[in-house]
């Protein structure tokens, strides 16, 4: 029962808390119809509401003009650490469809998120059908909490397209009469994921083989690295005052100059210093080391840039890791959209 899976947490939480009754909404079953408003000359657009930008875009990709869709939390913001304000509770509740990632991403929304399915809202983890042999484990277990499942399966494309089917489909069911408008945008946004991965697949095919190694702030490419063949190595939680610390900048190091690793990447959330302890430590054995740009993680770039949207935020991914890792990947990235001197 995929379905289930994403709420198996929320779901234990919800019991606890007395709240079996809302489950058949959670479970996302027939029960699930909050009393779908039809479309009729007048009646006004279904409200949606997505957690996080990777969904709100492509649910927009999807759906146009036909609902109004906000998002969440904008750009920066980590999804792993936030909790709602009083106004995006009011915002839940005011919406027809509520879309989160799940796999526990959005950990400290999960009592919104009860109280919304609760009241009637159409609560729908967006990874739900992704059965479990696809998903991976968290690198650090219970290093996050509750986590069972890594969350981060938007940076492998073809996951996230068939994210965008599970979307298309709670559309449609909330609104019956967009159905077709609905089928139209999700058949186009999915063969622009499909031509960003093609895109992808071949540009990170160019990294020479020693150096396909991605050294990253946190722990959130590991879907990506196994679509594409690469080794991730993250560096989150690395304090060079402990002796674990040390050895694993020395460790990374060492890496590096092995294998004249050219690059590693940086996320806006993770101190300078432990990035420098290993562009220093290389350059202490005779190896350079660039900064290969800062990488777009679990947000996408500013509201109204190409970066600002999933088709954009992969591609920068894409373009710059290929690009710093010496590869060969145009400047510009998949569709010349990518903010000139935004790569290496
Ligand atoms: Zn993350």
């Not at 279904?46 to 036909?66: F, Q, S, Y």
């Not at 895109?199 to 946190?218: C, F, G, K, M, N």
């Amino acid at each position: 029962m995929g379905g289930d899976r994403g709420f198996a947490a929320l779901r234990r939480r919800a019991l606890l808390l007395g709240l079996a009754g809302g489950l058949g909404l959670l479970a996302g079953g027939p029960s699930a119809l909050a009393q779908p408003r039809a479309q009729a000359q007048g009646a006004r657009r279904p409200r949606v509401l997505a957690t996080v930008a990777m969904i709100g875009d492509v649910a927009r990709e999807i759906a146009g003009n036909r609902v109004e869709i906000a998002t969440m939390m904008g750009e920066g913001v980590d999804p792993h650490l936030y909790r709602p304000t009083r106004s995006d509770i009011v915002r839940m509740l005011g919406s027809d469809i509520v879309f989160y990632n799940g796999l526990l991403l959005e950990g400290k929304l999960t009592d919104a998120l009860v109280r919304a399915a609760r009241a009637g809202r159409r609560v729908v983890p967006v990874t739900e059908r992704l059965p479990a042999e696809i998903l991976l484990k968290p690198a650090e277990p219970g290093g996050e909490g509750e986590q069972i499942w890594d969350p981060h399966v938007w940076m492998d494309p073809r996951l996230w397209s068939r994210v965008a089917a599970v979307i298309a489909d709670t559309l449609a069911e909330a609104d019956p009469p967009g159905r077709e408008e609905y089928a139209r945008g999700l058949a186009d946004i999915q063969a622009r994921i499909a031509a960003l991965d093609a895109y992808a697949e071949r540009a990170l095919a160019s990294i020479p083989d020693r150096q396909r190694v991605l050294i990253t702030a946190h722990d959130a490419f590991h879907y990506f690295a196994r679509r594409y063949g690469l080794r991730v190595e993250g560096i989150q939680g690395l304090s060079t005052e402990s002796e674990a610390g040390v050895r694993r900048i020395e460790d990374l190091v060492a890496l590096l100059v092995e294998r004249r690793i050219p690059a590693v990447f940086v996320e806006s959330s993770v101190p300078e210093r432990n990035v420098r302890a290993l562009v220093d430590g290389a350059a202490a054995r005779g190896h350079r080391v660039a900064i290969g740009g800062t990488l777009f993680s679990d947000a996408m770039g500013a509201p109204g840039s190409y970066e600002g949207t999933y088709i954009g935020m992969i591609d920068h991914n894409v373009t710059a890791i290929t690009r710093a890792l010496g590869g060969q990947a145009p400047e510009r990235g998949a569709n010349a959209r990518l903010a000139a001197r935004a790569t290496p």
